[in-house]
């Protein structure tokens, strides 16, 4: 019976493999840019703008209209990307808009403006001109199986969405943009660690910068997990600007999440982590990963997790019950108009997030009221030790 027991468990992995990698495949993973030459003075009424700052490990295409490819560069560049977003009232909060031909149209597509390089110097004036009054900055980190263009159009989807008036930086490593090289994005994950903490030192070290949120998504976790443990490391604390840390999806080893946290030295930065018990993605890489449960997926109502992390000061969203678009259920924090919204109105504004905001997850999915209560209970429990 054993035999037959871990076969049939075998038959269900590789079944789950195939559908994610099915799932995932039906995404949009395209690879060129659409740019529209002086395209400011053509934009029609109601588009708006996303003029973000990029930050890559990634290495530099001679391909026109690729600017990234997925393999990794010697040392990081800088660049500059202004994408527009159509009028609200043809789109869905939520919602990337892909070019669907050689000719993207601003009313109904995500477009860039302008894709210029940039270099240190351009960094303090890019910043005093997109930033708003309370000199904030929104730091995002792509996950894994992303290329360069769908991590960038992503950031400004998040960021026109959520209505925040932080500058946008994308930090973008070399994934590669396809599901079976996860092994391979790891390792880049892992490579661009110190890419990553050197842009939160020198952000956090900067007068003109008030604070920093830094959210990452999906196996982009690791990376930011990682840099903040070598910041806490290095410099004997986690700079105090960098005052919120957003998991999104985390695809991170539990047992090795509490050991980085370990080794952050207090105070440490509000963390609000977003997870779904039927991501799809997370129960792969869970496979890939010796069965060991990822941050992403975990049941935040069981043992042995109340005990391990209660000394942290953590806040959970569970959106399991919540439905969006996302077959892989990956990206629900992205797609849900009232989790973009909290993440722009409350969490990137430094807000402390309450026990009406912790009911969201299951309010906005249509759960009874008492199952959204006993998720604020179960959130203050889990990681306060009460």
Not at 37 to 45: C, D, F, T
Request: include cysteine.
């Amino acid at each position: 019976m054993p035999t037959v027991a871990k076969r049939s468990n075998k038959l269900r992995a590789i079944c789950l493999l195939w559908l994610v990698v099915w799932c995932t495949g039906c995404a949009s993973q395209q690879h060129h840019i659409a740019l529209m030459e002086g395209a400011e003075a053509r934009l029609p009424p109601g588009v708006d703008q996303v003029d973000m700052l990029v930050m890559s490990t990634r290495e530099r295409s001679s391909v026109p209209g690729v600017i990234y490819t997925g393999e990794r560069a010697r040392n990081r560049s800088l660049y500059n990307l202004v994408v527009s977003i159509p009028p609200d009232k043809s789109r869905k909060i939520g919602e990337v808009q892909w070019p669907k031909g050689p000719k993207p149209d601003a009313r109904t597509d995500f477009v860039a403006t302008k894709a210029n390089d940039m270099n240190a110097a351009d960094v303090d004036k890019w910043f005093l001109n997109v930033a708003g009054k309370k000199r904030k900055l929104f730091v995002f980190v792509h996950g894994f199986n992303n290329t360069f263009v769908s991590a960038a159009y992503r950031l400004a989807q998040i960021t026109h969405d959520s209505g925040t008036e932080a500058a946008p930086v994308l930090f973008t490593w070399p994934s590669r943009g396809r599901v079976l090289d996860y092994v391979y994005d790891k390792e880049s994950a892992t490579y661009s660690r110190d890419a990553l903490e050197y842009l939160l030192t020198r952000a956090a070290t900067d007068p003109n910068v008030s604070d920093i949120t830094v959210m990452a998504h999906s196996m982009g976790n690791w990376t930011m997990v990682e840099a903040l443990r070598q910041m806490s490391i290095r410099q004997g604390r986690i700079f105090p600007k960098i005052k919120n840390v957003i998991m999104a999806a985390p695809d991170l080893d539990v047992e090795v999440f509490r050991s980085e946290l370990l080794q952050m030295s207090e105070p440490r930065p509000r963390i609000t982590i977003f997870l779904s018990r039927d991501d799809k993605a997370l129960a792969l890489s869970r496979w890939l990963g010796g069965n060991i449960d990822r941050v992403g997926s975990l049941d935040p109502d069981k043992e042995p997790y109340r005990s391990k992390l209660k000394e942290f000061n953590i806040v959970v969203i569970n959106l399991t019950k919540l439905k969006v678009g996302d077959t892989t259920n990956h990206t629900k924090f992205a797609e849900s108009p009232e989790i973009v919204r909290l993440i722009g109105n409350r969490l990137i504004e430094g807000q402390e997030i309450a026990g009406s905001d912790l009911k969201l997850g299951e309010r906005v999915s249509g759960a009874s009221v008492g199952a959204a209560a006993r998720l604020g209970r179960s959130a203050r429990a889990t990681f306060n030790g009460t």
